[in-house]
């Protein structure tokens, strides 16, 4: 039986994002990840008692063709570590697919499940660390230890990426991280994180990026308002037009 504890190590022999996906939610690298997820999955909240958690790493999801990857940070404890699919269940994923949707990179506007109908539309969403975190703050270790899936994830969409929307300054430290590693020409010292920040990157084989920063879809900036439904729609409209993308399934 495989050593789950290093299953970050044999993602890089993937061959599709499917495998990919089955890795990743088999994943036990980090103890104290693992510790937690399983953790809120026994005691769950009081609203979902009757429902099974997932309790298990998550996976991105969207077509493996997407032109568009949004990268978030992790899962919610009792949204996505809840039904098993990223930014489902939770006030974020509604925030941010009601956006994508108001875009056309959804076809509905709502996720509630992992069986609700909802489908991207040339955009895929992941995130750089894939299990829930006690307060949401995963370590830098764990995101280290993380990285190969989101590598792999780049690798395996190289054909047809072009846009990289990345939600919050946790993901755009790890994917800029990541593509350094990966040989693409990032600019030192790296550029920061803003809201509204437009990278271009290339690669020595000849491969373009951009990559579009954007306030996170915590309730912490969506109550706030320091991110509004408009700011939101305003980067992922952006990054259609950037990717080409006709907002087609």
């Not at 990157?201 to 900036?221: E, K, M, Y």
């Not at 109550?223 to 992922?236: D, H, I, K, N, W």
Request: charged share 20%; hydrophobic share 40%; with cysteine.
């Amino acid at each position: 039986m495989a050593d789950l504890t290093r299953a970050p190590e044999r993602a890089a022999r993937t061959r599709d994002l499917d495998s990919l996906a089955t890795l990743i939610s088999s994943c036990h690298a980090c103890p104290r990840l693992v510790a937690w997820r399983e953790k809120v999955a026994h005691e769950k909240r009081a609203a979902f008692r009757d429902q099974e958690y997932w309790g298990r790493p998550v996976p991105g999801f969207g077509p493996e063709d997407a032109s568009i990857l949004i990268v978030g940070l992790a899962p919610a404890a009792h949204g996505a570590n809840r039904t098993g699919r990223m930014f489902t269940g939770d006030r974020s994923g509604d925030v941010l697919f009601a956006a994508m949707h108001a875009v056309g990179l959804a076809n509905q506007a709502h996720a509630e499940s992992i069986d609700d109908g909802l489908r991207l539309i040339d955009a895929r969403v992941t995130s750089p660390v894939h299990c829930a975190p006690p307060d949401n703050k995963p370590t830098p270790a764990e995101r280290r230890t993380c990285a190969p899936f989101l590598t792999r994830e780049l690798e395996l969409m190289s054909s047809t990426l072009e846009v990289a929307v990345v939600l919050g300054g946790f993901g755009w430290q790890a994917l800029f991280g990541v593509l350094g590693q990966a040989g693409w020409n990032v600019p030192r010292p790296r550029p920061r994180f803003t809201h509204g920040a437009i990278v271009d990157l290339a690669h020595p084989d000849g491969r373009t990026l951009t990559i579009l920063g954007c306030f996170h879809v915590s309730q912490q900036n969506t109550f706030t308002g320091r991110l509004t439904p408009a700011m939101l729609e305003e980067v992922l409209a952006l990054a259609r037009r950037l990717a080409g993308s006709t907002g087609e399934p």
